[in-house]
């Protein structure tokens, strides 16, 4: 199941139902913020020594040179703005304004702190922390923290993660932790001397648990990989380890979306019926709703242009196949959904089960008290289990759709289990949109 196209598809109508005022006034509050949180890029702290690599890594992910390697620049504050403007806080504390983003004349003005804001498309996805110390000990543990309480994700870049690193990292929020990468900065360097591998591997023993990610990057190489034309090198982007990078940063943004996705999913069934005049029928449980668009690219073209072209970019045509009159392929017959009548009726049956339970859901949702959440996961478990014996039990096994939504009903009792286990604080509402996710999958196959 995707929950990217979920996402999408729930912020959408979110934002719909925001700008209709058809939700009562308490909700409507509800609703605002839970937009404001989908909406909100999604905050990264660049953390490490002095020399670790941070501000290369920083320009590698916005795609663009921010800040120059041989500059000194303080901590910087780096968001999205339609124009370039920076807050310069001076020594003094005194404050500055200025409607440029250029570094250099910025650090001409010997700054202490630099809010930034640039009109680069990745910075409607994510904003970055850069943190600047000196090479002490105390320093960079108080700045840590001090970001940690500031971000969603924490990048350490280190080129050998020292004992003095290990015991700063320790001290880092586990919510951190869990978001927490680990970046083996200046890997060209480390494989010509044929140190990569160990390096890495002593790493790997040393935090393997108390990062999500360990990954090495050349980040001058990944930075190298975009051509003047606007085009990349996917070799050398992927072999850089950029693409890597890149990828495991967006499904970090995904992740750090998801609980407001699954929320937001909730209120807007919970007000479905004063939301129908203005949204789908897929929101509003009335008909199965068509089969949504693809996403236009693996990695999401919004982060910046590099990063969806490391992804996507193809070779350039020569000049023959320039003239040759694009011919649209033939839609494969294997990508076309068909149902025969018995799957039709077990998938109606599914679709009309889980909106009767889930209706069900949500009104307790609504008033979960302590050990409510317990409740609403088992049942959701019973729910989840039933639909997959159902599909597994009923409709026609010639019809290949029904065999792929066999599979995701199976994934999604596992998946619902493991919550169970899991016993998070935010399970019932992942579990319920679980629930909702695979309704939706169901009548868009109805609808194709």
């Keep these: ?111 202490a702190f630099v809010e930034m804001q640039m009109p680069l498309a990745a910075l409607t996805k994510i904003s970055l922390l850069e943190v600047v110390t000196p090479d002490d000990p105390t320093a960079l543990q108080r700045a840590s923290q001090w970001a940690s309480k500031r971000c969603e994700v924490a990048i350490w870049c280190t080129q050998s993660f020292s004992k003095i690193e290990q015991s700063l990292w320790s001290e880092m929020p586990d919510i951190i932790k869990d978001h927490g990468f680990l970046m083996l900065t200046k890997a060209d360097f480390l494989r010509a001397n044929n140190m990569l591998d160990q390096t890495l591997d002593g790493i790997n023993m040393i935090a393997r648990d108390e990062f999500a990610h360990i990954m090495p990057i050349a980040t001058k190489q990944a930075i190298a990989a975009r051509r003047p034309n606007k085009t990349v090198d996917k070799d050398l982007m ?18 750090g979306r998801q609980t407001a996705v699954d929320m ?18 897929e929101a509003a ?42 011919v649209e392929e033939p839609v494969a017959e294997s990508n076309i ?17 889980i909106i009767e339970q889930s209706r069900a859901l949500i009104a307790e949702v609504d008033n979960i008290d302590d050990g409510g959440a317990a409740t609403i996961i088992a049942k959701a478990v019973e729910h989840v289990q039933w639909i997959s014996d159902h599909l597994n039990e009923n409709g026609d096994d010639a019809d290949a759709a029904l065999q792929t939504a ?43």
């Design 1 to 111: 199941m995707s929950n990217r196209s979920l996402g999408a598809r729930v912020q959408e109508q979110l934002t719909q139902a925001v700008e209709s005022h058809l939700l009562p006034s308490s909700v409507q509050e509800k609703a605002e913020h839970l937009l404001s949180r989908l909406q909100k890029p999604v905050r990264i702290a660049l953390l490490g020594r002095p020399g670790s690599g941070k501000s290369t890594l920083l320009n590698l992910l916005v795609g663009a040179i921010v800040l120059p390697s041989d500059t000194p620049f303080p901590t910087l504050q780096l968001s999205y703005g339609e124009t370039p403007q920076s807050v310069v806080t001076l020594a003094d504390g005194s404050k500055q304004t200025v409607d440029h983003a250029d570094g250099d004349k910025i650090a001409a003005m010997s700054p």
């Design 285 to 326: 449980d009335a008909s199965p709703t068509p089969k949504p668009e693809r996403e236009p690219a693996e990695i999401e073209t919004a982060i910046n242009a590099t990063v969806a072209e490391t992804e996507t970019a193809a070779p350039q045509p020569d000049a023959a196949a320039a003239k040759t009159p694009a």
């Design 406 to 448: 066999r599979d995701a009903a199976m994934d999604a009792a596992d998946l619902v289990q493991l919550m169970q286990m899991e016993k998070r604080d935010s399970a019932a509402i992942e579990a319920l949109s679980l629930l909702l996710q695979l309704k939706h999958e169901l009548q868009a196959d109805l609808a194709a």
């Design 337 to 353: 959904v068909t149902l025969h009548p018995a799957s039709r009726e077990a998938y109606e049956a599914a679709v009309a089960y």
């Design 264 to 281: 937001a999913d909730i209120l807007l069934h919970q007000h479905a019926e004063v939301l129908a005049p203005i949204l789908s029928p």
């Design 238 to 255: 992927r072999s850089s380890g950029g693409t890597a990078l890149i990828s495991a940063v967006l499904k970090q943004v995904d992740m």
